[in-house]
């Protein structure tokens, strides 16, 4: 079996909490922090391929994973009826092909321990990247539903997948992310005007669908919000409202005020153009 | 004390069949998080910001660059592919030896 050199420092809490994932990805005892820190390390862990030489998890995972299974499960979200629901038995799928793929490669058995962390690397990303895929078309199909006007990339394609946004509406940039991806994305300066990110409400224990906003296109659409910390925020969804975050402010508005907002915007700038 | 269970020291077959409730529960699960839970890790991890990856390999005379999934940039080839349409192109080319004297 191959060598695999874990980044410097890779401590036993971290294996610890890579077990724990996998054991409870859900469950409310997960250190999320932690866990985005850890597999955002494990990009640089190394696997020693006798004969082949060096590659990097990010760059096996690219190579093996997603080059093979993420264009043709983005394909098939497009055929789904109901995206959200029927997704899961594409995504399971598109998991369980990932340790096969790895053994194939004679880079994972279960017996050899170091190999579970590649293993765990792939089922992260997979989960990550496929449910944000899965989320963008249920939110783009919605946005066609709801008569909102905006432009989007088109992920089946790879020439726009990565683009450095993934829909315009009323000239603003904008991305759909779910929250553990938004996370993973979170070291990273935020470049779009607005983000369409899912959440749970523990409080009520229900989901619900929020839109983070750079003031100028909030400014656009509506105006004046109050400003809360985001420990209130639950409190005051749907109403949309002001956080701080890093020495500026983000609007957060419920998705269907948002919704609502850009439609009226837009409706009243067809009247003034015709 | 007992040692901590890691990733690492659980039996094989105790390993495999806790992929495959995984892959079960993960299925499901639309990867939505508590609010404050996300709150607490955005303000965070918005401060350690990491560097953009490329990685580079050299297949015969040519230069392969590759990016991670998530990565906001796109390579192609030896191409990186700029936010503003822009092309970045990397070209390799060969040096003969320094005369060392």
Sequence with gaps: MPEIILPTGFTEIERAMVLRYLEDVAGPGQDWLGLVRTFNRLREAV????????????SLYTRLI???????????????????????????????????????AGLYAADDPPTRLLLAYCLYWWHATAKGYTFEV????????????????????????F???????????????TSTYF????????????????????????????????????????????????RELESCLPQPVRIAHRGGELVVSDYGVWKEKI???????????E | MSEQRTIENIPAEEFEQIVD?????????????????????????????????????????????????????????????????????IRLRSVEPTLQV
């Design chain 1, 47 to 58: 696997v020693v391929i006798p004969g082949k030489g060096r590659r990097t998890f990010a």
């Design chain 1, 66 to 104: 997603d080059s093979h299974l993420t264009d043709p499960f983005i394909a098939a979200l497009y055929s789904l009826d109901d995206v959200e629901q029927e997704s899961v038995i594409l995504w399971a799928s598109g998991a369980r092909r990932i340790r096969p793929v790895l053994e194939m």
């Design chain 1, 138 to 161: 249920e939110i783009f199909r919605d946005l066609r539903q709801s008569g909102v006007d905006f432009t989007a990339h088109d992920p089946r394609l790879r020439s726009e997948r």
């Design chain 1, 163 to 177: 683009t450095p946004y993934d829909l315009i509406v009323l000239g603003f940039r904008g991305d759909v992310k």
């Design chain 1, 183 to 230: 996370l993973s994305l979170a070291g990273r300066v935020l470049r779009s005007d607005f983000y369409i990110t899912r959440l749970w409400l523990s409080e009520v224990r229900s989901r619900t669908l929020v839109v983070f906003l750079k003031t100028p296109m909030w400014d656009e659409i509506d105006g004046e919000t109050l400003l809360i910390a985001w």
């Design chain 1, 263 to 273: 439609r009226a915007y837009q409706s009243r700038q067809e009247v003034q153009d």
């Design chain 2, 21 to 89: 409730r995984f892959i079960e529960q993960a299925a499901a699960w639309d990867g939505a998080l508590p609010a404050e839970t996300f709150f607490e890790a955005w303000d965070v991890l918005t401060d350690e910001e990491s560097p953009l990856e490329v990685q580079a390999v050299i297949v015969g005379n040519e230069l392969l660059l590759e990016t991670p999934p998530e990565s906001p940039l796109t390579a192609r080839g030896s191409r990186i592919l700029l936010e503003d349409g822009r092309e970045l192109v």
